[in-house]
């Protein structure tokens, strides 16, 4: 397949078009765009995302397999159940929001770079405005040690990334998220890529073609009222 290159003025009904992604590497499907809002809601609703580095034109992705979270399917080891027990850590929806992603832009000790640029961190925090994008966060002693943050569309929380200063304080997060996603009657966690951190905690990979089912299946349903009030 050949890359196809976008320019913002491209019609973001045709992303369901795009989606016979390259082989090498996994899932790259096009190039180019823009980062607005209807583009980005369009493109999670189809199983597509941004992922590019500094420098580099907006790289979109959907690879295949999928790396997905049944929120009934959570594992909770040993380790992280006592963690839990234990009570250590606040837990917060929404209120640092923009703190969450800049902790996950910030170099981690594996890599020097970071892929959430100036323009994803813009575009992110304008979907938090208006309701879409969420973070969960662990705090202790007064301090945000931990979180993650997503977009939550129908009953589907596309999760983006997590970031830690304590150990487990990203698991608690995610752990706290899980327990409430179900509350709320969310049906499924978008986890993009596999990971042996999120296959721990019960993650699973499952076919494209499955993925975009339970888009079309669960996108348009909506969540308890009671989802994501503070």
Known sequence: MQLTVLDPAFPQQHFPELIKALDEPNGLLALGGCLSVQRLLNAYRHGVFPWFNPGEPILWWSPDPRLVLFPEQLLISRSLHKTLRKNQFEIRFDSAFEQVIDACAAPRTYSSGTWITDKMRNAYVELHRLGIAHSVETWHDHELVGGLYGIAIGKVFFGESMFH????????????LVNHLLAWDYQLIDCQVSSEHLLSLGATEIPRSQFANLLDQFCDQAVSSSAWQK
Do not use: L
């Open 165 to 176: 200063r304590k150990t487990d304080a990203s698991k608690v997060a995610f752990a706290h």
